[in-house]
């Protein structure tokens, strides 16, 4: 009965948002979409243009270029020359100092002209041209101070590890969009994230400089309570993140990502239980099923498939998943990368970007 009822709860806590379209109506504000980049060369060659081009309202792209080392201010000089509203710097941050992307999100920060700011990062393409619009549509609502929205990792590569990236990022944003929804907020993923600009706890951020991560979650978590908190899940609203070649990128990224996690408080690293119970459920169950003690422990197993099944399976339309239930089976690899990570950080923490 107890795993039954902890199915239940899970299946309804996770249950996504009913989906609607509404066209985008004449929006006032005017967003400064900011963009960190290091190295990025061959990104913003493919991205700026998708940037710039958006439609239904009025907007600023920043790009700091933060201390690269490839072409990246001849390809920024370049589209600046093709789009106005391109403005680019160079970090003023020095270099033996710089630890993660804080600081130039500060810069950004401080050269934007908007009232709404957007983030997201250099690899990541906008599903539409009415990308910047969709984010802005939500602040309509004078009350609502930020707007977290969905950045699937894409599988541009073949192979295990693209499926992994797509299955972490899908399942990260059904937590965290949840979560929001719930009213329980605790994070956002700072490839998609708009925030009104009075909203933006500028002091929080550079409290945070002393880690290589936490622009995202750690800021996010400062935002005065006053604040609404909406999502965005509109097909035209998604940016398109690239996944990264190597299984020890992946596990490196994954290290930053968790690196933060003890800085949460109590309440906010309490809100991902359910999904780990249900995770921890799940090798229970396999432990006992490979072991041939299947008699009575055999739906143990099955439960948290058949619950996180579901789930995919309700988040499918709204998330434009792609081959849904057939994912559910590579969660227990995730599971165990999510371990690993999280082992190897009791060891050692990364101390740099």
Not at 95 to 112: C, Y
Not at 203 to 223: A, I, N, R
Not at 328 to 348: A, D, G, H, N
Request: proline share 5%; charged share 20%.
């Amino acid at each position: 009965m107890a795993n039954v009822a902890l199915l239940t709860a899970y299946i309804v806590y996770y249950l996504p948002p009913l989906s609607s379209s509404k066209p985008i109506q004449n929006l006032e504000a005017k967003v400064s979409v900011i963009i960190c980049a290091k190295n990025e060369a061959y990104n913003m060659e493919k991205n700026i243009p998708h940037w710039c081009s958006q439609k239904n309202i009025s907007f600023e792209v920043i790009v700091v270029n933060d201390h690269s080392t490839d072409h990246s201010a001849n390809v920024l000089q370049k589209f600046a020359h093709e789009f106005d509203h391109l403005k680019w710097i160079d970090s003023d941050s020095p270099l033996s100092s710089r630890l993660g992307k804080k600081h130039a999100l500060s810069q950004a920060i401080r050269a934007a002209s908007g009232n709404v700011l957007l983030l997201t990062d250099a690899d990541c393409q906008p599903s539409s041209s009415f990308w910047v619009a969709r984010m802005a549509e939500k602040f309509q609502d004078p009350e609502v101070g930020v707007v977290a929205g969905y950045a699937p990792v894409e599988s541009v590569y073949p192979g295990l590890l693209a499926r992994l990236q797509y299955l972490d990022s899908v399942i990260t944003a059904i937590q965290y969009l949840s979560a929001i929804r719930r009213k329980d907020p605790y994070m956002v993923v700072g490839r998609n994230v708009a925030y009104r600009r009075e909203a933006y706890p500028d002091k929080e951020l550079l409290k945070q400089m002393k880690y290589p991560s936490g622009d995202d979650d750690l800021v996010f978590q400062s935002v005065d309570p006053k604040w609404k908190i909406k999502t965005q899940v509109h097909p035209e609203a998604l940016v398109l993140a690239r996944g990264v070649k190597s299984w020890n990128r992946w596990f490196r990224q994954k290290r930053r990502h968790f690196n933060v996690a003890p800085v949460y408080s109590l309440r906010k690293s309490s809100v991902p239980v359910l999904f780990r119970m249900m995770q921890l459920l799940w090798i229970v169950g396999l432990i006992l099923f490979l072991t041939h003690a299947v008699n009575a422990y055999i739906l143990v197993s099955l439960l948290p498939l058949i619950g996180l099944g579901y789930v995919l399976y309700r988040w499918r339309s709204v998330l434009q998943l792609e081959r849904g239930f057939l994912f559910v089976f590579l969660e227990p690899l995730r599971y165990l990368v999510v371990v690993s990570v999280t082992l190897s950080l009791m060891i050692k923490r990364p101390t740099k970007w």
